[in-house]
C-alpha cells in the first residue's frame, strides 16, 4: 500500500515584517489542521523589496499607506494578536535573522516566536546583540552566544533562503512555498490573508489535489460572525470601474454576500471612472501597474488563484481573459450602469470573460441587447445625461476623493470606514453582520453597534 506523502509549507519571514508576526500566529495551528510539516525560514525583507515604480511621496501612495495601517489594525484584533509597534521602527534584523539560523531547526520556531514578540509586544530593541541573546536564554536556549551571530554558515544560509524567494518570484514576506511533486515545482502565497489559499493547497493533498473536493471550502476564510445576516437595515456601497479587473473579481462575489447578509442589506452600486481619479493622486498610473514586476506578476497570478477560489465557492465556471483592448474605455459603460444597475453583470462578463470592446459603442449596444435591455435606448439616455447620469458619475468621483479611495473595488458598510479590495471581503461580510473594530473609530454618524475588545 502506497502511503500519502505529508504536504510541506516552507513559511518565510522576516521578524521585521507586523504582516509576518501576525502569520506567525496563526501557521501553527494551520499546519496542525491540515497534518503538514512546517518548515521556519528567515529571510532578509529589505534584499526582497524592489523599488516602486510610482514614488512613495505621491498621494495616491500615501492613501495606500494609509489603508494598509488601518488593514494591519483590523488584522491584529480580528486574529486576536497582541500588538504593539515599536517606536523605532523598522530595527535592523539581520543579526536576529542569522541567530535564528544558527540554532538547531527544532529550536527555529520557539526562537522566532520569542523574537516576534520581543519586537512587536515588548518593544525590544531587537537589533542590540545583548537583548537577542538575552531573548534566546529567556525561553531556556543557555548555549546562545554572541559568536553565534557571526556563523558563516548562518551567513550562507539567510542569503540563500533569501535567494531562494527571489527566484520563486516572492514579492514580499510573510510568504509561503507548498512543493509539489520532485520536479521543484510549487505553489507561492504572499500575504498573511491568503492563508485559506494555504489552508485549501494542503487540504488539496487528501484529495488529489483538487480544491473543488475540499469540505467547505469558504469556511477556511477568517470571519468572526460567519452566516449572520444584517439585524438592522444595512448599505452596502461597491466602487467599481470596469476596466478593473478586481472589480470584476469582487461583483462575482455579491450575490453570494447579499444572501448571506439577507433582505435588509441594500446594495448601493458606485461606477467609479477611474483614469481621472489615478491622474488626481499619482501619475495618472494604476496602483497595480504602480508596483514593482515581481509584485505586478505575482498579483497577476495570485487573480488566477482568486477566481478559482470564487469559482468553487459561487458555483461559477468562470474563465477570464485579458481584454485585448486594454485599458478599457469605459464612461459610457458606466453611465449606462448608473442608468440601469442590472447591466453591471452583462457588462462585466462582456469585457472580461467575452473580450468584448465595452467602449465601442455598438458593441456595447449589442451586449445590452443580448441581456434583454434595449441597448440603443440606454446608450442614448447615456448619451444626453437622462436622470443626470453624468453629474451622478462625476458625484462618485466626488465621493471617493474625500474619502480617501484609491482604487477599485471599495467597499463601505452604511457610512464606515472604506475597505480597499475583494480580498477583504471577509470583512466586509463581517461588518455586514453587524461586527465594528474596537481600534478603529467610527465615522461621522456611524451608529456604534457591536466591539471586540483588543488584546
Given at each position: 500500500?502506497?502511503?500519502?506523502?505529508?504536504?510541506?509549507?516552507?513559511?518565510?519571514?522576516?521578524?521585521?515584517?507586523?504582516w509576518?508576526?501576525?502569520?506567525?500566529?496563526?501557521?501553527e495551528?494551520?499546519?496542525?489542521?491540515?497534518n503538514?510539516?512546517?518548515?521556519?525560514?528567515?529571510?532578509?525583507?529589505?534584499?526582497?523589496l524592489e523599488?516602486?515604480?510610482?514614488?512613495?511621496?505621491?498621494?495616491?501612495?500615501?492613501?495606500?499607506?494609509?489603508?494598509?495601517?488601518?488593514?494591519?489594525?483590523?488584522?491584529?484584533?480580528?486574529?486576536?494578536?497582541?500588538?504593539?509597534?515599536?517606536?523605532?521602527?523598522?530595527?535592523?534584523?539581520?543579526?536576529?535573522?542569522?541567530?535564528?539560523?544558527?540554532?538547531?531547526?527544532?529550536?527555529?520556531?520557539?526562537?522566532?516566536?520569542?523574537?516576534?514578540?520581543?519586537?512587536?509586544?515588548?518593544n525590544?530593541?531587537?537589533?542590540?546583540?545583548?537583548?537577542?541573546?538575552?531573548v534566546?536564554?529567556?525561553?531556556?536556549?543557555?548555549?546562545?552566544?554572541?559568536?553565534?551571530?557571526?556563523?558563516?554558515?548562518?551567513?550562507?544560509?539567510?542569503?540563500?533562503?533569501?535567494?531562494?524567494?527571489?527566484?520563486?518570484?516572492?514579492?514580499?514576506?510573510p510568504?509561503?512555498?507548498?512543493?509539489?511533486?520532485?520536479d521543484?515545482?510549487?505553489?507561492l502565497?504572499?500575504?498573511?490573508?491568503?492563508?485559506?489559499?494555504?489552508?485549501?493547497?494542503?487540504?488539496?493533498?487528501?484529495?488529489?489535489?483538487?480544491?473543488?473536493?475540499?469540505?467547505?471550502?469558504?469556511?477556511?476564510?477568517?470571519r468572526?460572525?460567519?452566516?449572520?445576516?444584517s439585524?438592522?437595515?444595512?448599505?452596502?456601497?461597491f466602487?467599481f470601474?470596469?476596466?478593473?479587473?478586481?472589480s470584476?473579481?469582487?461583483?462575482?462575489?455579491?450575490?453570494?454576500?447579499?444572501?448571506?447578509?439577507?433582505?435588509?442589506?441594500?446594495?448601493?452600486?458606485?461606477?467609479?471612472?477611474?483614469?481621472?481619479?489615478f491622474?488626481?493622486?499619482?501619475?495618472?498610473?494604476?496602483?497595480?501597474?504602480?508596483?514593482?514586476?515581481?509584485?505586478?506578476?505575482?498579483?497577476w497570478?495570485?487573480?488566477?488563484?482568486?477566481?478559482?477560489?470564487?469559482?468553487?465557492?459561487t458555483g461559477?465556471?468562470?474563465?477570464?481573459i485579458?481584454?485585448?483592448?486594454?485599458?478599457?474605455?469605459?464612461?459610457?459603460?458606466?453611465?449606462?450602469?448608473?442608468l440601469?444597475?442590472?447591466?453591471?453583470?452583462?457588462?462585466?462578463?462582456?469585457?472580461?470573460?467575452?473580450?468584448?470592446?465595452?467602449g465601442?459603442?455598438e458593441?456595447?449596444?449589442?451586449?445590452?441587447?443580448a441581456?434583454?435591455?434595449?441597448?440603443?435606448a440606454?446608450?442614448?439616455?447615456?448619451?444626453?445625461?437622462?436622470?443626470?447620469?453624468?453629474?451622478?458619475?462625476?458625484?462618485?468621483?466626488?465621493?471617493?476623493?474625500?474619502?480617501?479611495?484609491?482604487?477599485?473595488?471599495t467597499f463601505?458598510v452604511?457610512?464606515?470606514?472604506?475597505?480597499?479590495?475583494?480580498d477583504?471581503?471577509?470583512?466586509?461580510?463581517?461588518?455586514?453582520?453587524?461586527?465594528r473594530?474596537s481600534?478603529?473609530?467610527?465615522?461621522d454618524?456611524?451608529?456604534?453597534?457591536?466591539?471586540i475588545?483588543?488584546?
Amino acid at each position: 500500500m502506497q502511503h500519502q506523502r505529508m504536504p510541506r509549507v516552507e513559511f518565510c519571514y522576516d521578524i521585521a515584517c507586523p504582516w509576518a508576526y501576525v502569520a506567525s500566529r496563526r501557521v501553527e495551528a494551520l499546519a496542525a489542521r491540515t497534518n503538514a510539516e512546517l518548515v521556519w525560514k528567515p529571510v532578509l525583507l529589505s534584499a526582497l523589496l524592489e523599488s516602486p515604480a510610482v514614488p512613495a511621496a505621491s498621494k495616491g501612495a500615501r492613501l495606500k499607506q494609509a489603508v494598509r495601517d488601518r488593514d494591519l489594525k483590523l488584522a491584529v484584533e480580528r486574529h486576536a494578536v497582541p500588538f504593539r509597534r515599536h517606536p523605532r521602527h523598522p530595527l535592523r534584523t539581520e543579526a536576529a535573522l542569522r541567530l535564528i539560523w544558527s540554532v538547531p531547526e527544532s529550536h527555529r520556531a520557539v526562537l522566532s516566536c520569542a523574537i516576534f514578540r520581543a519586537y512587536w509586544v515588548e518593544n525590544l530593541d531587537v537589533d542590540r546583540v545583548s537583548v537577542l541573546l538575552l531573548v534566546a536564554r529567556s525561553i531556556g536556549l543557555k548555549e546562545v552566544n554572541e559568536a553565534m551571530l557571526q556563523d558563516p554558515e548562518a551567513r550562507r544560509q539567510l542569503h540563500d533562503a533569501t535567494q531562494t524567494c527571489i527566484d520563486r518570484g516572492a514579492p514580499g514576506v510573510p510568504n509561503f512555498w507548498i512543493a509539489g511533486s520532485d520536479d521543484g515545482k510549487g505553489e507561492l502565497y504572499w500575504g498573511q490573508d491568503q492563508l485559506h489559499f494555504v489552508e485549501a493547497q494542503l487540504l488539496s493533498f487528501q484529495y488529489g489535489g483538487e480544491w473543488r473536493a475540499v469540505p467547505n471550502l469558504l469556511s477556511l476564510q477568517h470571519r468572526l460572525r460567519p452566516g449572520r445576516p444584517s439585524q438592522h437595515a444595512t448599505t452596502l456601497r461597491f466602487w467599481f470601474d470596469f476596466g478593473s479587473y478586481w472589480s470584476f473579481l469582487g461583483w462575482q462575489q455579491v450575490e453570494r454576500i447579499l444572501a448571506e447578509a439577507g433582505p435588509k442589506c441594500l446594495l448601493e452600486p458606485k461606477p467609479l471612472l477611474l483614469g481621472p481619479l489615478f491622474r488626481e493622486i499619482s501619475d495618472g498610473t494604476s496602483p497595480i501597474m504602480g508596483l514593482p514586476p515581481r509584485s505586478q506578476k505575482y498579483m497577476w497570478e495570485n487573480g488566477r488563484t482568486w477566481q478559482r477560489w470564487i469559482n468553487i465557492t459561487t458555483g461559477k465556471n468562470t474563465s477570464t481573459i485579458w481584454p485585448s483592448n486594454f485599458p478599457l474605455r469605459t464612461v459610457t459603460a458606466l453611465r449606462v450602469a448608473i442608468l440601469e444597475p442590472r447591466t453591471i453583470t452583462p457588462i462585466f462578463e462582456a469585457a472580461w470573460l467575452k473580450d468584448v470592446d465595452i467602449g465601442d459603442s455598438e458593441q456595447l449596444v449589442k451586449v445590452l441587447n443580448a441581456a434583454g435591455f434595449d441597448g440603443a435606448a440606454l446608450l442614448r439616455d447615456a448619451s444626453i445625461n437622462r436622470n443626470g447620469c453624468k453629474e451622478q458619475l462625476s458625484q462618485h468621483y466626488s465621493e471617493a476623493i474625500s474619502l480617501g479611495i484609491f482604487g477599485a473595488p471599495t467597499f463601505q458598510v452604511n457610512n464606515g470606514h472604506i475597505i480597499f479590495g475583494q480580498d477583504r471581503l471577509d470583512v466586509v461580510q463581517d461588518m455586514l453582520a453587524g461586527w465594528r473594530s474596537s481600534l478603529i473609530p467610527l465615522a461621522d454618524g456611524e451608529r456604534p453597534v457591536h466591539r471586540i475588545a483588543f488584546m
